[in-house]
């Protein structure tokens, strides 16, 4: 019988190896000896090495979608909104480096994940961004000339790239509010200055 356990043991330690040794590099043996169960005891819970990073996202992007989903239902401010998913995703990825590698690096370099995860979890966690983003534009909060999903994907991008902060050397210098903060005055209010005017 399979134990629920047993099956996350296999996710979260199949996270730490993929983000130590990158997908390609590991083997289901180096998962199963962080996971601590035999070989074979992997292929209870999964077909093959490319099922388990699916599942890897998939569970762990599901968490963070009931997270984030939780913290925005009582909230109607499409401002206010944005500042919770950044806030929350930069905290997230700051406790879960071994997540946020595989991320960063799995989800960037393989075409076949990229390609799985447009109608799956990954693009789920996306269009909150994009629910925002269009909301923000209904109540004219936000420009509307301004393409949603283009924004969405930089919007994403910047929080993929800020959260590599904390694998460099100055990783100790930013807290992930500090960051957060940052980000959400980037989006909403841009690089001028107040008093800047366009030529």
Do not use: C
Not at 65 to 84: G, T, V
């Amino acid at each position: 019988m399979k134990s629920p356990n047993k099956h996350i043991k296999i996710i979260n330690a199949a996270t730490k190896v993929f983000a130590k040794k990158g997908f390609f590099n590991a083997r289901i043996s180096d998962i199963a000896k962080e996971a601590k169960v035999a070989d074979g005891t992997i292929y209870l819970y999964f077909n093959n090495k490319f099922d388990i990073l699916i599942s890897v996202f998939d569970e762990e992007i599901s968490n963070m979608i009931n997270q984030i989903n939780k913290l925005l239902k009582n909230e109607n401010d499409p401002r206010n909104m944005l500042a919770i998913f950044i806030s929350k995703h930069l905290m997230m990825m700051k406790k879960n480096r071994n997540l946020a590698e595989v991320i960063q690096i799995e989800l960037r370099q393989s075409l076949k994940i990229i390609k799985d995860y447009r109608n799956s979890k990954f693009s789920e966690y996306l269009d909150i961004i994009a629910s925002i983003i269009q909301l923000g534009q209904e109540q004219e909060v936000y420009r509307s000339d301004i393409d949603a999903e283009i924004a969405t994907r930089a919007i994403f991008g910047a929080l993929d790239e800020t959260a590599r902060i904390w694998s460099l050397p100055t990783k100790g210098k930013y807290s992930a509010e500090q960051m957060a903060d940052h980000v959400i005055q980037i989006f909403l209010s841009g690089l001028l200055t107040p008093d800047t005017h366009r030529g």
